[in-house]
């Protein structure tokens, strides 16, 4: 089969990583690149350190607000459908780009296959939630990591083709799990950090990074940590706290984005994971390192249910996670 994979940011890269490899030793690949990050840490790095085959298109769609982006991804993505034939479209996780391509490939009558489909946090004032809930009314393969997920898909009359195959996020964890050791004690001198004394933070989603107070709120709680606290910041989120006059205690070091080898490395040993990202709170579990999810609800309702993952929002009181000893 010839297949087109589509992405555009960093959850997708670290997904199609897996897919694409074990794509290509059976079927023809192409991936298309939409641009939606572009910054060399948010996608080139991702690229190199897991040798991602090179994108045979990139689209160059950069950021925007969501219709705009959306918008020019969306004919971009058809562009490219129309000139080349494939047989079938592969979409990934739950950004614009996901949306984008699966919105193209429908309305082109080439079927769409979802990985990580059927996730929901029932939450539609995120953009990721409606980016899920539509891309998989439009695909006809829906590659679901969990049980739920089947479960939330059915709910929906959504039956057929719909799989569980597990977790591919998974699968690049233990691809690179030989070789984080060597890595993390580097990156443990670079930072002078001791394992299991530190927490590693992510804030970039727009329900924390775009309010004021929801940053604030997080600021205060991680000023009161009594431990190092590495926070590599999400462009989005730096641009923010430019406007929010924060001021942030010594032990918290704001560092640039790191790639996927890097976080891995400094997870592993982290004494707590503190965290937005869906990607992150799973990465957490799979480390071992408890989590604290810095929002008020999850997709990944296992973590929690299985005592490994605590909902906090911006309620810096839970930051310190008492039922988290495990
Ligand atoms: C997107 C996804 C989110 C995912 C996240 C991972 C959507 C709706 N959201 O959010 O689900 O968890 O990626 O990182 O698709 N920027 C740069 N350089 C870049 C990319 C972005 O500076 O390489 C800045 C720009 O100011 C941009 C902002 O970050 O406007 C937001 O980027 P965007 O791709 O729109 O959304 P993310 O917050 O990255």
Not at 166 to 171: A, F, N, T
Not at 193 to 220: C, F, K, W
Not at 295 to 302: A, D, I, L, P, S
Request: charge should be negative; charged fraction near 20%; include cysteine.
């Amino acid at each position: 089969m010839r297949i087109a994979s589509i992405v555009g940011a960093r959850p997708q890269f670290v997904k199609v990583a897996v897919v694409s490899r074990a794509l290509r030793q059976q079927h023809e690949e192409l991936i298309i690149h939409t641009g939606q990050h572009y910054d060399y840490n948010m996608s080139a790095q991702f690229f190199e350190e897991l040798d991602i085959p090179a994108s045979d298109y990139h689209l160059g769609c950069g950021s925007g607000s969501h219709g705009a982006q959306t918008g020019r991804m969306l004919e971009a993505i058809e562009g490219v459908l129309l000139k080349e034939r494939f047989d079938a479209v592969i979409v990934y996780g739950d950004t614009n780009s996901t949306l984008a391509g699966a919105l193209a490939a429908a309305k082109l009558h080439i079927p769409v296959a979802h990985v990580e489909a059927g996730l929901r946090n029932f939450d539609q004032a995120m953009p990721e939630e409606i980016n899920r809930v539509l891309s998989d009314h439009l695909s006809c393969r829906l590659y679901c990591p969990t049980k739920t997920a089947c479960r939330n898909l059915n709910r929906e009359g959504i039956t057929c083709g719909v799989e569980l195959v597990g977790d591919v996020m998974y699968d690049l964890l233990l691809q690179v799990q030989p070789n984080l050791a060597l890595r993390t004690e580097r990156l443990l001198r670079t930072f002078h950090l001791a394992p299991q004394s530190y927490a590693l933070v992510t804030v970039h989603r727009a329900v924390n990074a775009d309010n004021r107070e929801a940053m604030r709120g997080i600021a205060d709680g991680l000023n009161r940590l009594e431990m190092p606290v590495i926070f590599p910041v999400h462009p989005r989120t730096r641009a923010r706290l430019e406007h929010y006059d924060i001021t942030w205690a010594k032990h918290v070091r704001l560092i640039e984005p790191v790639g996927y080898l890097d976080m891995m490395a400094l997870g592993r040993t982290a004494y707590r994971i503190l965290t937005d990202s869906g990607g992150l709170q799973k990465e957490a579990f799979l480390l071992g390192v408890p989590c604290v999810t810095l929002r008020e609800e999850t997709e990944w309702v296992e973590t929690v249910e299985a005592g490994w993952n605590i909902l906090a929002g911006t309620h810096s009181s839970h930051y310190f996670a008492p039922r988290l000893i495990i």
